[in-house]
């Protein structure tokens, strides 16, 4: 069976809105309302409701045939559930349709595999329980992690949590002379089933579809189909993995993207040899062809497809340490809701992606994607935040303690 | 190429930061083969024999070239009597304009004198010596051979125009600072007409920033298309390693340069104050002298923060370096600063700094926190982030060096050949 498997990331980071340091300690309201709100309308104008009214009706058409996965953040979640219940009512409708999938990922969009275990766990489960809440009952099979960050110890984690199939990046340097487009298992947990990205293939739309000093500049649905007809006849998935705000967003309308995408799942089934699957299909048919080892940590960001864009440097190191020494207290405050909800948010990937400081190769990248004119503002505002919100969680603990302690008595 | 360069200034014998730039310039220039002839005022006779020194005072005008005349015809305007000076010390400028206005200043007969001894610095006589300096300009073109013309700032500006006129070779008007700069929107109208005629009559005109470019074109009327971006650059890239320990256990924020409306003092006072409410166990210190040295001692007063807010005076040589040494931040919050080199000077000595977005510096410094001179909040802020968050200062340590390292004369000059064989050939072809 030769089948091609879309993936869709669908994700908003709540912004911190500026806090200054005179705000710490009297202002525990760090959310920038205002930008959220209009970056989340903006986007389902451009994006979510043009995007989800048209795979809705190439689902229909192909009866089936044609079918693709989601992975939508709980932060982006909680922000549909705020500003875009039509969003929100548009994604319940295509997973009705039964050829839709939703995957599981930690609630914050969070770097925090990297870090601890049972705050991973945690989050993962949250986030289950929010799909469940919005998608009457459904439960997700298949696991990616925020960034399609990936490594054999992840791999364990996660299949130890329940998931038999993980998505992540077909990096170069993992791969060697291997072909992204086979089911894999981990090195670290055989009964894992490791399906990785094309990036190639992927990025020229996700990324080159528009670029004019691209030499394969305009890209048709011809010239695509092609490339798939290119592929080997033994290799037998194709990995299509790209954020979701591709569409419309990153890739305006007028560059003819919709169109592109309204004519590519039938040129592809009349073309080539290729059906569509969802990641759980692609992962109970596909025969794992090898064992595939990460030890060190590997993404889908920037040229290395490493963890650098969030945690390359002294600002990003800093900020990430001082936010899970917070862990084990915020842990014993479960019922407080305000603090839960900031801890999670502040946990979410983009803050540090922010404070990026690898200008020359991939500035441009980072810089459209940050509300900050330069990664150090990223840095203090969040830092002013963050230390707002120790004080809170330190005062929180203490309160605790004293209310433990008088029922004690 | 030949270059006839016209400055006010050169090192060892400086009084600010023009000087520096030319030697930078010049240097870079000679890296690049180019022959320079360059002229001052007064030379002293110690400066590094980089270039082909002219001294004007040493210069005689011959009068029977009748062409001088109408030169001179044209720079009577100079005879309105003026007072606002660039590039003056601290101390020169409260000596100055006390004599300034008490004498007044006036151009008399003997600019006409075939010898004149000029005094090179920014005195009262200056658009007397600014003058004389173009005629002498003149003379100079006429006698020597050269390609290009290059004039630095609106004090050489007459001279390059006068050598243009008698050699007709193209001329490049440099821009260091402008009279906005100096002077926020009350400009002098004599010292403006001679930056405007200069520039106008450049055939290419090269600003030390964008933000200068800009000022250029939307302030002086220049065509943005003759209008090029030449950023200064460092002489000396390496770290400075200091000895000296400080005698306080705070931290400390430090103010450096001339206490006067450009360098917007006032805000630096202001953000200290929020930034102390916050958090007492900080010094600031403001070093320098100017004229709104008094006003910021009784508003630092007013603000009840006296025993925390440091004034030293004027500072010089190694104190300056010391002073650079001790500060844990460093800030620039200049309403108006064509370029600004006082914080790669900070940056040498591994002090993080915090500049204002209205700094041509700005453009060139990544590794710095940029704020609106004006927004205060972001200011202290920016201080607050850099006194207590330790990875910030730590970057901009690791990072700071290396970016020094690409600010090179060389390229700069680089740059500058090339704009000087564009003017070459389109003045052969016509």
Redesign the interface.
Known sequence: MRTICFYFQVHQPYRIKPY???D?GEDHYYWDDYSNRSIMRKVAQKCYLPMNKLLLELIREHEGRFKVAFSISGVCLDQFEAYAPDVLDSFRELVATGHVELLAETDGHALSALKSKVEFSRMVERHSAKIAKHFHGYTPKTFRNTELIYSDKIGEMVYDMGYSTILTEGAKHILGWKSPNFVYTAASQPKLKVLLKNFQLSDDIAFRFSNKTWPDYPLTVDKFVNWIREIPAEQETLNLFMDYETFGEHQWADSGIFEFMRALPAAIMRDTSFTFSTPAEVAEHGKPIAPIQVPVPISWADEERDLTAWLG???Q???FTKLYELEEDVKLLADDYDIQRDWTYLQTSDHFYYMC?K?FSDGDIHAYFSPY??P??A??NY??AL?DFILRVKRAKKALAKAKAETDL | MKVLMFGWEFPPHISGGLGTACYGLVKGLVHHKQDIIFVVPKLWGDEEPLADFVNASGITIDYRERRFKEIWKSLTYLEVSSFLVPYLGPEEFSRYTEHAMSEGAEVDESVFSSKFEFSGKYGKDLMKEVSRYALVAAQIAKDKEHDVIHAHDWLAYPAGVAAKRISGKPLVAHIHATEYDRSGESVNRAVFDIEREGMMAADHVVAVSHLTRKVVIEKYGIPADKVSVLHNAVLDASIIESSVKKKVPEKIVTFLGRITFQKGPEYFVEAAKKVLDRDPNVRFVMAGSGDLLNRMIERVAELGMGTRFHFTGFLKGQDVDDMYAMSDVYVMPSVSEPFGIAPLEAVRHNTPVIISKQSGVAEVLQNAIKVDFWDVDAMADAMFGLLHYESISKMFKELGSEELKKLKWEHVAEKLVKVYDTLHQNHTAS
């Open positions: 200054r340091f005179f710490i440097n002294d600002l190191n800093e900020a400081t200008f004119d330069t150090y503002d840095f203090i830092m002013n230390s």
